[in-house]
């Protein structure tokens, strides 16, 4: 997997991975899902954060656009959460 800063996996273009979470997503039931809008705002918190790698966020080593579906999911950074 090639390494990038402030990708997510959707852009990375790791197929498999990025299919996988997308599966699992779907796995969510709609009433813990996270709407739309509020998904696509924690993305774009964690494209602008440091501690996005290549979609993996390194202070729980999840992909955050699996984190990020999960409507109670919290940022893991406990000295900065985004959101
Ligand atoms: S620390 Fe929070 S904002 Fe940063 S990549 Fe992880 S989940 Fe996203």
């Known amino acids: 997997m090639k390494e990038c ?3 997510l996996l959707r852009e990375a273009a790791e197929g ?5 979470v997308r599966a ?5 039931p709609e009433k813990d899902r996270t709407d739309e809008a509020l998904y696509e ?3 774009a918190a ?9 979609g993996m ?3 729980c080593g999840c ?4 984190r990020a579906a999960f409507k109670k999911s ?3 950074d406990v000295k900065g959460k985004k959101w």
Do not use: N, T, W
């Not at 964690?46 to 290549?54: G, K, Y």
């Not at 992909?63 to 699996?66: A, G, T």
């Open 63 to 66: 992909y955050v656009e699996l």
């Open 16 to 20: 498999d991975v990025y299919q996988a």
């Open 41 to 43: 705002r924690r993305l």
């Open 24 to 28: 699992g997503i779907g796995r969510i």
């Open 46 to 54: 964690c494209r602008s954060c440091d501690f996005l790698l290549s």
């Open 5 to 7: 800063r402030r990708c």
């Open 74 to 76: 919290k940022c893991p």
């Open 57 to 59: 966020c390194l202070k």
